[in-house]
């Protein structure tokens, strides 16, 4: 299957500061990738829906302002967590949608482990 | 509306035991897309299958079987002869056509006990 990468796997920052995660399909190319949040012991919650060369879709009840999403390549998306608060600490996955003729599916990055002090 | 419904929290077997894992999902749209994910511990969902709502065989592969009922509006996952490694939170997912997201169940954490 296709693979998706993100960067950093796990990241530990000071309340109020911006942090970036990548997102990259490493084997194919995606113009449309998905940001979700995982809170412990729970299911994927959807964020935001990143176009390539557009704005993101956000979810309703998801400050745009607050995550910020960049898609400028078709292997590339950013989320940064702008000012970041204890309560963003969370499971941050990306996914890639690959689509081959009529068959789509989206294949997911490992996630980033977000720890805010 | 679209609904995925996991019902099963949590299953705990030994291994070598067969488990099903369901999956109840609710749309109207008449072209949909069924997905199962697997998360194990180390967070990243990994793909096992897709099914689009117009092919109802059931699917094998290896230890996995997949039942795909459109009367019950079902989709099913069985493990055979269970294995440590598949100690897991599985995830069934829903997708509708002409739509970009994902509607997931809320997930089930299988634990298989040597």
């Known amino acids: 299957g296709a693979v998706v990468s993100q960067h950093p796997s796990r990241v530990i920052c000071k309340s109020g500061t911006s942090v970036k995660i990548e997102c990259r399909s490493l084997d194919f190319q995606a113009t449309t990738m998905f940001w979700y949040r995982q809170f412990p012991k729970k299911s994927l919650m959807l964020m935001a829906t990143s176009n390539e060369g557009s704005k993101a879709t956000y979810e309703q009840g998801v400050e745009k302002d607050k995550f910020l999403i960049n898609h400028a390549s078709l292997t590339l998306s950013t989320l940064t967590v702008t000012s970041a608060h204890p309560e963003d600490s969370s499971f941050y996955i990306c996914s890639a949608r690959e689509r081959l003729a009529d068959q789509e599916t989206q294949y997911f990055g490992p996630g980033t482990r977000l720890l805010v002090l | 509306a679209q609904k995925v419904t996991q019902a099963q929290t949590e299953i705990s077997v030994v291994e070598k035991e067969d488990v099903t894992l369901d999956c109840v999902y609710e749309t109207r749209d008449t072209t949909y897309y069924l997905f199962w994910y697997k998360q194990p511990p180390s967070g990243e969902l990994v793909f096992l299958i897709r099914?689009?709502?117009?092919?109802?065989q059931n699917e094998i592969s290896g230890r996995y079987s997949w039942n795909f009922q459109k009367s019950t509006s079902s989709f099913n996952f069985t493990i055979t002869a269970s294995q440590v490694v598949d100690s897991a939170v599985y995830f069934c997912?829903?997708?509708?056509?002409?739509?970009?997201?994902?509607?997931f169940g809320t997930g089930t954490r299988l634990q298989v006990f040597p």
């Open positions: 997912a829903l997708s509708v056509e002409n739509t970009d997201k994902l509607i």
């Open positions: 099914r689009n709502s117009f092919d109802e």
